[in-house]
T-cell receptor, first 117, second 115 residues
């Protein structure tokens, strides 16, 4: 299966600890998105990369959150000093397309479920 | 700002009956519209999308959706529901020609198909 993969699938941590999640997009996809999904809600956009460049960040992405895509392939999302409110499913999606299209389908990974105790 | 409304938190339907999951949208411009399905503890799976052209879009697993510009709706339909269709369904929108703005999702509708 050459879909989007995410690691780990589940993470339990104590408040105040740092956590890092990894996303491996579909190999030829140049765009990568991070979303957060809380219980009873749809996914909410966090940040977006085109190749290695981080082009947009949501106001949901506080300064405790940082994302990288150093070689334009896999991406990491780090949360520092976790809080109980960070408990959520973190979803990664990837797509391929031109600069002004927007009609491409985003393909999602299985997500990383974070629980902050 | 763009937004999506899924007015029903839960839809129950008997197996073999037709199903409809409702979605309305609000954008300042013409939309691209998407439907995704989410099974428990899984990511979102793409079902179908409306880009342009025919208002009736056919997608995976026998699902279809009709774009109605005057009613700003994009309801998901299936002629005959299966128990395996039970899942969480999300509608999403993006404004056409807006570059690579992220998708905006509705809150989701839980579909329960009863045998």
């Amino acid at each position: 299966d050459t879909g989007v993969s995410q690691d780990p699938r589940h993470k339990i941590t104590k408040r105040g600890q740092n956590v890092t999640f990894r996303c491996d997009p579909i190999s030829e996809h140049n765009r990568l998105y991070w979303y957060r999904q809380t219980l009873g809600q749809g996914p909410e956009f966090l940040t977006y990369f085109q190749n290695e460049a981080q082009l947009e960040k949501s106001r949901l992405l506080s300064d405790r959150f940082s994302a990288e895509r150093p070689k334009g392939s896999f991406s990491t999302l780090e949360i520092q000093r976790t809080e109980q409110g960070d408990s959520a499913m973190y979803l990664c999606a990837s797509t391929k397309g031109g600069p002004q299209s927007g009609q491409e389908t985003q393909y999602f990974g299985p997500g990383t479920r974070l629980l902050v105790l | 700002a763009q937004s999506v409304a899924q007015p029903e938190d839960q839809v129950n339907v008997a197996e073999g009956n037709p199903l409809t999951v409702k979605c309305t949208y609000s954008v300042s411009g013409n939309p691209y519209l998407f439907w995704y399905v989410q099974y428990p503890n899984r990511g979102l799976q793409f079902l179908l999308k409306y880009i342009t052209g025919d208002n009736l879009v056919k997608g995976s697993y026998g699902f279809e959706a009709e774009f109605n510009k005057s009613q700003t709706s994009f309801h998901l339909k299936k002629p005959s529901a299966l128990v395996s269709d039970s899942a969480l369904y999300f509608c999403a929108v993006r404004v056409r020609n807006s570059g690579n703005t992220p998708l905006v999702f509705g809150k989701g509708t839980r579909l329960s198909v009863i045998a």
